[in-house]
Every structure is written in C-alpha cells, then in structure tokens.
C-alpha cells in the first residue's frame, strides 16, 4: 500500500503521514526540503520516498506525476498549502500569485493526473485538505478563502462524477479550522478561537477518507459549517470580516 502526501514536511501534512505509515503505507512524501525530509521520515517503517519540489511551479507537478505514475499509488493526499493575511490592496501580489499555483493549480494538476489513472483501475483515494475557509469568503484573507473553496467546490463535483460512474475511486475534502502549525507565521495570522492539535487533525482526516467521507469536519467545526448554509451571507462577511481583521493584527 502506497500513499503520496504533499506538504510532508511539517503540520498536518507530517502527522498525516506518520498515521498512515503506522497503518502500514510506504510513502512518498514531498517538500521543498528534502534535508528536512529525509531527518523526518528515517524512523518509519516500510519503504518511504522524500521528494523536493517547489509544487507552485506547474512544471514540478507533472514532473511528479511523471515520476510516480508507474508506482501504483494508493492514496494521493494534496496537502501542500499556505495563507496570507492583510487588506487586499495591500497584500503581495506575487505571493498570491504563488499561493494560486499552489493551493489550487497543483492540487488540481495532480488530482487529474492521478484521479484519471485511479478510475481506469477502478480503485484509488484523494484526500484534498481545504479549509472551513473554503465554505464562505474570507474579508482580510480573501484569496487564501477562495483558493480554498475552489478546492471545496473541485472535489464535490469530482464526487458526484465519480458516483454516477459506479467507479469505487474516492474522493474527500478535509475542512478543518484552527490547526497548530507554522501556518500562522508564514500567513501572518493568530487564532483567537481554540486550535486542534495537528495529530488530532490529521487523524480526523484519515480516518474521514477511511469511513468514505466526502466532507470531512472536525467535531469543533460542525456547528460553523451549519451556520455558514443557514446564515445571511451580509451576515457572514460581517462576521468574518471583524474575525480576520483582528487574527491579522
Ligand atoms: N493550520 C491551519 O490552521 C489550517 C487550517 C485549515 C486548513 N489548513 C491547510 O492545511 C494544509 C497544511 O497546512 P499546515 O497547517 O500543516 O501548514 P504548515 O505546517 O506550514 O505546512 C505546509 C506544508 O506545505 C509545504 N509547502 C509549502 N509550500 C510548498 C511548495 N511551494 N511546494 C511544496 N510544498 C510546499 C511545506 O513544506 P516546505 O516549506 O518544506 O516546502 C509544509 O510541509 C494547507 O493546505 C493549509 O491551507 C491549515
């Protein structure tokens, strides 16, 4: 059993990893470190593949896949992402643009790639981690929100092709809030609401795409997912707008 995840190499990407190591998975893990990688993974059991590669440039992604195809891989996990936080006028256009390859140029790359082989063999798992970002926009961090609800929006209509299909591939959406990693620094925000452990986050997500789930939320998010389908969305970028303003500051 083999299972790639990109982002390995620190946060919910790693702990995802190590879980389904310990489930008995080889892994193919990638970064734009391999150094930091290789020190990681060497105490894991199986075969485990560290890959460097700068996933915002488009060219590594099919460099990737390219490299992998012929691996028969289990479980592809689109993990690598980050954010930025600030006034839109404000915020750095080339950062942005670097966020749009990664959070949703490579995810979408790799999940055609991939996905088309996983059907023709009729067998095969994505694991597209998003965010409770992507159910809602985002004042203060608009771009990384809707990056994130492409990824959301992406994935549900993947599913539902795959369903009318009757093809066993699965897919799943990973939408977690708060997560305690070094997503803060790079994006520049503090959480003022409670954060999950990211052990705990990824054990949420793998145990999700286990049990089948097309979207995964933690426990503590469940009632924010209900409020963003039911609540005005005046009401919401209100509410969001205030929240963003202030874990920015
Ligand atoms: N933490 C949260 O609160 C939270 C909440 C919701 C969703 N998420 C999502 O969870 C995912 C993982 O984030 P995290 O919180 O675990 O943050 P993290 O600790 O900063 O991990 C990000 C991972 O992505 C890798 N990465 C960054 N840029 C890359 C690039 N250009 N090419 C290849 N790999 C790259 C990083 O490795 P290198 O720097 O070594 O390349 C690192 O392994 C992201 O998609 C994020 O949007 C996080």
Redesign the pocket.
């Known amino acids: 059993m083999k299972a790639l995840i990109?982002?390995?190499?620190?946060?919910?990407?790693a702990d995802m990893a190590y879980y389904l190591n310990s489930l008995g998975y080889d892994l193919y893990v990638?970064?734009?470190?391999k150094k930091?990688l290789d020190k990681m993974y060497q105490g894991c059991y199986g075969k485990v593949t560290t890959i460097e590669?700068?996933?915002?440039k488009e060219e590594n992604c099919y460099k990737l896949y390219d490299r992998l195809k012929d691996e028969h891989i289990d479980i592809l996990v689109n993990?690598?992402?980050?954010?930025d936080a600030g006034n839109f006028t404000e915020t750095v256009l080339t950062k942005e643009i670097d966020m749009i390859n990664?959070?949703i140029k490579a995810y979408h790359i790799l999940t055609k790639l991939f996905l088309t082989d996983f059907t023709k063999r009729n067998y095969g798992r994505i694991l597209n981690?998003a965010?409770m970002a992507g159910f809602m926009p985002g004042p203060y961090m608009a771009t990384y929100y809707a990056t994130k609800s492409y990824i959301v929006n992406l994935s549900l209509g993947i599913a539902e092709e795959l369903k009318d299909m009757n093809s066993k591939v699965k897919i799943s959406v990973f939408c977690?809030?708060?997560?305690k990693?070094?997503?803060v620094n790079?994006a520049h925000v503090h959480f003022n609401i409670g954060?999950l452990t990211?052990t705990k986050a990824a054990q949420i997500a793998i145990d999700g795409m286990f049990t089948d789930k097309l979207i995964i939320l933690p426990n503590n998010m469940k009632i924010n997912y209900f409020l963003t389908k039911v609540s005005p969305m005046k009401m919401i970028l209100k509410i969001n707008s205030m929240v963003q303003e202030r874990a920015s500051k």
């Open positions: 990109t982002g390995a190499s620190s946060g919910i990407g990638v970064s734009r470190n930091t590669l700068d996933l915002s993990n690598a992402g980050f954010g990664l959070n981690v965010s977690p809030g708060p997560v990693t070094n997503f790079v954060s990211s």
